[in-house]
């Protein structure tokens, strides 16, 4: 697993939530790691190849719930997501929330990620490196400093 280009994000999210739901700060749930075979046959199924780098996370964890703040939907929850206001792609699928400003982790049918900010109906294009650590790894952060973890 440690090939897997995302690893040390995995390590560090689960670092953290371990210790934050040991100092009874809050709960998150990191999924069981996803089957590659189930994977392959929902992208058949869907007629999408996922990012590689989504797929790597799936084989770690599929899906993962920061308490209502982020999320990763496990693969078997993403769904065709169309949108008469989003400017540039006609299709996208919702991987993710960022419920704090009521942005989605996209992906357009080419497996490009965007975070699409739906209160200003503009697509801004980023990785799914970029969203562990901007949308996920960030705010366990702050957690773990409110927590007085850090």
Same mark, same amino acid.
């Given at each position: 697993?440690?090939?897997?280009?995302?690893?040390?994000?995995?390590?560090?999210?689960? &670092?953290?939530?371990?210790?934050?739901?040991?100092?009874?700060?809050?709960?998150?749930?990191?999924?069981?790691?996803?089957?590659?075979?189930?994977?392959? @046959?929902? &992208? @058949?199924?869907?007629?999408?190849?996922?990012?590689?780098? =989504?797929?790597?996370?799936?084989?770690?964890?599929?899906?993962?719930?920061?308490?209502?703040?982020?999320?990763? =939907?496990?693969? &078997?929850?993403?769904? @065709?997501?169309?949108?008469?206001? %989003?400017?540039?792609?006609?299709?996208?699928?919702?991987?993710?929330?960022?419920?704090?400003?009521?942005?989605?982790?996209?992906?357009?049918?080419?497996?490009?990620?965007? &975070?699409?900010?739906?209160?200003?109906?503009?697509?801004?294009?980023?990785?799914? @490196?970029?969203? =562990?650590?901007?949308? %996920?790894?960030?705010?366990?952060?702050?957690?773990?400093?409110?927590?007085?973890?850090?």
């Amino acid at each position: 697993m440690q090939n897997n280009p995302i690893y040390e994000q995995f390590c560090k999210i689960k &670092e953290y939530c371990g210790k934050l739901e040991e100092a009874s700060y809050d709960s998150y749930k990191l999924y069981s790691p996803a089957d590659e075979e189930d994977i392959c @046959r929902w &992208e @058949r199924d869907n007629g999408i190849t996922l990012p590689q780098e =989504l797929k790597c996370w799936y084989m770690l964890s599929n899906g993962f719930d920061m308490n209502s703040t982020a999320d990763i =939907l496990p693969f &078997e929850s993403i769904r @065709r997501y169309t949108h008469d206001d %989003v400017e540039g792609i006609d299709v996208c699928f919702i991987v993710g929330h960022y419920i704090g400003d009521g942005s989605m982790l996209v992906i357009d049918d080419c497996g490009n990620f965007y &975070e699409f900010d739906h209160g200003y109906n503009k697509l801004y294009k980023m990785s799914f @490196r970029e969203f =562990l650590v901007k949308w %996920v790894i960030d705010n366990l952060e702050d957690n773990m400093y409110d927590a007085g973890l850090m």
